[in-house]
Structure formats: structure tokens, C-alpha cells
């Protein structure tokens, strides 16, 4: 069983929609990561979070420590979020060592 | 400033040869982790460098190993290639090890194909 899990693995929206992505982890954390990663490879940090909710523009990130849960929330989604998102997590005492999900395939439709 | 710089973009090679990744890390960073990405998979952490030292491995065969140079960009050498290490080969660079993984940044990575 992986440390990390996310949910959906696939996502199709229709443009306009609110899409949530969830991550539920199993180890104790320093922080959970949500990373975007574009077709070609390339990966972009989106949040770090170790409690509480972040916002950035269309894009909101929360966290339930006792929970072990994370969800990345995109509100009037637009097809350029099409993308895979991935959760990950660093162990304490890890450093950037991190521990990620299989990330979730997100297509928004126009 | 310049972003982390990872060569080749793509590569193919056959069973049993031995392949070199390149990663240059971001200006002002010290640490470099490598990720290895099989298609459809999450990354997994192979190992880090820290001012020239490993800092950490994975769960990967000693067939993997790694340097770090003074100016902090790093290589990943993998011999003995088998079909199974065909992946996206990811590097990461930031300022330190500390927990939060201060100011990390990705490469676009390497595709290596082994045929």
C-alpha cells in the first residue's frame, strides 16, 4: 500500500465546474506538497502546506492534520488546468525527500 | 535566475548498457534529489545530494549511484540497464535539507527508454 494515495486517479470536467482532488496519507509529515505536471515531464509547485488552507487565484489547498487528508480544490475550471496533479508528502527529518502519490489526470473540456 | 536544467531530454538505450543523467541545479541551490517516474506511476525517490554528499537514498539497487560537483550540479549513473529502469528521471534543487524543502524546483527531466 502506497504512503500516499489520491482520488480520482482520472477526472473529466466540463469547463466552469469546482473539481476537488483528495490525498490521504498514511505516515507522520513535515508537509503536503501539491505539484502540477504538464505533458512533457516538467513540474510546478503549487502549494506546501502543514495546516490549514492556502489560496492562489482559481486554485485552494486544506488540510486535516488529524485526519491525514489534504484536497486541492479548483473553482470555474478552465481547460489550461488540464494537467496530472500529484500530492506528496516529506517525512520529518527528511529533508525534500518527498513521498508521492500517482497523481490524478485531470482533462477540462471546453 | 536561472531554473533547474536537466540533460538529455530523451534517450535510448539498450539492455545492459550503463547511462548518465545530468542536472544543473538552480542558482543559489545546494541539494539536488533524483525521482524516477515510471509511466503512470508517482515519482520515486532514488536519492539526494547534499554539498557533495548523499543524503539519503531510496529503495534502489546500488546499480544506481550518483555524484555531486562543486558547483552543486549533480549526475545519475545507472549500469547494467534493465527494461524495467525505462522512466521520466526527475531532478529537484533547493536551498538545503530542512524540512520544509525550502524553495525547491523541478527539471522537466530526462526520458530514458531501454530497449
Known sequence: ?110 | ETGVTQSPTHLIKTRGQQVTLRCSSQSGHNTVSWYQQALGQGPQFIFQYYREEENGRGNFPPRFSGLQFPNYSSELNVNALELDDSALYLCASSFGTGAMGYGYTFGSGTRLTVV
Open chain 1, 1 to 110: 500500500k502506497n504512503e500516499v494515495e489520491q482520488s480520482p486517479q482520472n477526472l473529466t470536467a466540463q469547463e466552469g465546474e469546482f473539481i476537488t482532488i483528495n490525498c490521504s496519507y498514511s505516515v507522520g509529515i513535515s508537509a503536503l506538497h501539491w505539484l502540477q505536471q504538464h505533458p512533457g515531464g516538467g513540474i510546478v509547485s503549487l502549494f506546501m502546506l502543514s495546516s490549514g488552507k492556502k489560496k492562489h487565484g482559481r486554485l485552494i489547498a486544506t488540510i486535516n492534520i488529524q485526519e491525514k487528508h489534504s484536497s486541492l480544490h479548483i473553482t470555474a475550471s478552465h481547460p489550461r488546468d488540464s494537467a496530472v496533479y500529484i500530492c506528496a508528502v516529506s517525512k520529518p527529518n527528511t529533508g525534500n525527500q518527498f513521498y508521492f502519490g500517482t497523481g490524478t489526470s485531470l482533462t477540462v473540456i471546453p
